[in-house]
């Protein structure tokens, strides 16, 4: 596989950031000497110094790989049933071999149809699922092979933490309560080192984007300004919306979504409104996987289709 730059430095906000370089060069060397890894657990592949999410392309769904400076690796979502094995191929060539966290935004079968697939093929170490109801085949699936393995599992609610790594704030800042429906529940991750933030919306709708906007505004909250926006639900009108945009500001958006699809995803409107604020539009259906890397100065956008 071969990835292609498209975007380069971020401009001066990203080259005052020494100290977030020596932490990652700390993380790095730590992780070199196997340090803080239980006996038993297989040692992490070479650090990359740097951190990556990698928005795999799986058509009309969503699966996302965050590989840590450290070598930690968390997955979120996985696609349809029929992309599981697209995933577990792309983690193991990318040199995963254990998941340190695996989140399942939401019950819906183009996030979790692949994953019990995923389930079966890495050692896990923590299941996060915000706990929407669902009576579907894949998601009973899901849980039987959670149970078979006896994986540790947890809430994905708000203000509940991933202890990651050291210098990596990995939290969930949604949804903060019942949800009216699977795509209101969904998980949304903020991931930042204190430099660099990555907001993931998985297919959070305006309800669940007016709570985590009126959760996020409280004082002492970190608020929701970031870099990079996974655009919820694959970019429909239904969210992404003007108030959400204007509180993120983000300078990438990364939007998960089959080509040809049937929804009319993403919409004229939310492309609108990005386009109308400037922020660069990533998109599977056309750039097939996109990576971006943070390496402490610099964001990068890899992707791997020419257009
Ligand atoms: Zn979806
Ligand atoms: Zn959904």
Request: hydrophobic share 45%; charged share 15%.
């Amino acid at each position: 596989m071969t990835f292609r730059s498209l975007r380069g430095s971020t401009g001066r906000r990203f080259l005052a950031a020494p100290v977030s370089l020596a932490l990652i060069l700390v993380l790095s060397l730590a992780s070199l000497a196997g340090c803080g890894l239980a006996a038993d657990q297989p040692p992490p592949v070479i650090p990359h110094a740097q951190l990556e999410l990698h928005f795999i392309d799986v058509g009309q769904g969503d699966a996302i790989l965050i590989q840590t400076p450290g070598g930690r690796h968390v997955l979120i979502d996985a696609g349809e049933a029929a992309d599981g094995k697209t995933v577990v191929t792309y983690l193991k060539k990318v040199g995963v071999q254990s998941l340190d966290a695996v989140i399942i935004t939401h019950p819906h079968t183009d996030h979790i149809g692949g994953m019990a697939q995923v389930l079966s093929a890495f050692p896990v170490g923590t299941v996060y699922d915000p706990g929407y109801a669902s009576t579907t085949d894949a998601y009973g699936k899901l849980l039987a092979i959670i149970e078979r393995k006896q994986i540790p599992y947890h809430a994905a609610k708000a203000g509940v933490a991933v202890p990651i790594e050291t210098g990596l704030t990995f939290a969930f800042v949604a949804p903060d309560g019942p949800a009216s429906d699977a795509n209101n529940s969904s998980a949304v991750v903020r991931l930042s080192d204190g430099n660099f933030t990555a907001l993931l919306m998985g297919d959070a709708e305006k309800a669940e984007e007016e709570a985590l906007l009126a959760a996020s505004s409280g004082a002492g909250q970190p608020g929701l300004a970031a870099q990079v926006l996974k655009v919820g639900h694959h970019g429909s009108d239904t969210g992404t919306t003007a108030a959400l945009l204007d509180a993120v500001k983000p300078q990438y958006a990364v939007i998960s979504v089959g080509a040809g699809n049937k929804f009319g995803h993403p919409s004229p409107g939310t492309l609108g409104r990005l386009e109308t604020r400037g922020v660069k539009v990533f998109r599977t259906d056309r750039d097939g996987t996109v990576v971006v890397t943070w390496d402490g100065v610099n964001v990068e956008v890899l992707v791997t289709k020419k257009k």
